[in-house]
């Protein structure tokens, strides 16, 4: 991927020329500041962000988008507008529940920061945008800027760093869907090991299905404790196999139930004592960011990686997997 490519509708120029004028003073030859224009100015001098303005005015979210205040805007192109419909049914922008549109647009933005794509490029992490989650949380994105730049595992950059008034535009060739837990672990490579044991543990009979509920947006919401990599090697260690297909389904499922909470809660509302997985209780202690399963085995939550948060749940992720309480 190149970030710098241009669309065939979309130049650089176009946008600087349109969006950043200036002029010479030939008194003094002294130069004027260059005049620059908002968000949604900006997007309305680029044809093929056309659809992107028709559905800021759809949603309402013109004088959002308008007023002051820093921001990074992730703005579709017509194309990637276009799939996104067509993918979804729709015929026409028109037919988008407002409701709908609007979180979806929000899932653009960021507020109160200006990230420039230098500022992502060969890094790794996760922001928030302002699209609405469950119990008053904003959804979370994840960027992965080690080949260009990346959101939520699809969108790539087209077109960086487009300065406006109140904000950075970054061009972009896909609608960023509203994510579900199983987007941010399919989208994060140090957590394809659970996506493996999802996978896994649904292949068995009777199952919960796991991945049929991680990717549905109305499941939940849930709080999912998602082991790493390195967390699911060193418990094959422990268990002296070479591979989880070494193991029962049906344990692998047990396994993972001591991961899942039947509700949505955020790092600030995890409170020390006793937490009820779906697989039974473990012991949280919030003094030292830890999670102790049934058999004294303690795993630490990982800080920079907490309040992951998608349509239908939260993900903290933990550095040991958790254990059935043995008998």
Do not use: W
């Not at 559905?55 to 017509?78: E, H, I, R, W, Y």
């Not at 990230?115 to 302002?130: K, P, Q, R, V």
Request: aromatic fraction near 4%; include cysteine; proline fraction near 4%.
């Amino acid at each position: 991927m190149k970030i710098l490519n241009s669309l065939k509708k979309i130049t650089l120029a176009t946008v600087l020329l349109v969006a950043f004028s200036s002029c010479n003073n030939d008194d003094d030859n002294t130069t004027e500041p260059p005049m620059q224009l908002n968000i949604v100015e900006t997007a309305q001098t680029v044809d093929d962000l056309s659809i992107l303005v028709d559905a800021v005015v759809q949603a309402g979210l013109v004088d959002a988008l308008t007023a002051a205040g820093d921001k990074t805007v992730l703005a579709p192109t017509n194309a990637a507008f276009t799939a996104f419909l067509a993918d979804n049914g729709f015929s026409s922008l028109s037919e988008v529940p407002n409701n709908v549109l609007t979180q979806v647009l929000l899932n653009h933005v960021i507020a109160g920061t200006n990230i420039a794509s230098a500022d992502l490029s060969g890094n790794t992490g996760y922001t928030n945008t302002l699209a609405d989650g469950p119990s008053g949380t904003k959804l979370s994105l994840y960027y992965d800027g080690t080949a260009g730049v990346m959101f939520n595992g699809g969108a790539e950059v087209t077109l960086p760093d487009v300065m406006t008034t109140n904000g950075i535009v970054h061009v972009i060739d896909q609608v960023i869907a509203l994510p579900t837990i199983a987007t941010f672990a399919t989208t994060n490579p140090a957590l394809s090991t659970l996506v493996d044991a999802l996978v896994y543990a649904d292949s068995g009979d009777p199952t919960v299905p796991y991945i049929e509920t991680v990717s549905n947006a109305d499941a939940g919401p849930f709080t999912v404790f998602a082991p790493t990599n390195d967390a699911f090697g060193d418990l094959l260690v422990e268990l002296e196999v070479d591979a989880l297909t070494d193991i029962a389904t049906s344990t692998v499922d047990a396994v993972l139930l001591h991961h899942i909470v039947n509700a949505n809660v955020q790092s600030s509302g995890l409170a020390t004592g006793d937490v009820s997985t779906l697989g039974g209780p473990i012991m949280a202690d919030t003094s030292t960011f830890t999670l102790t399963d049934g058999n004294g085995r303690m795993s630490n939550i990982i800080t920079t990686l907490v309040d992951i948060q998608g349509i239908n749940g939260v993900v903290h992720v933990i550095d040991k997997v958790l254990l059935p309480a043995t008998e």
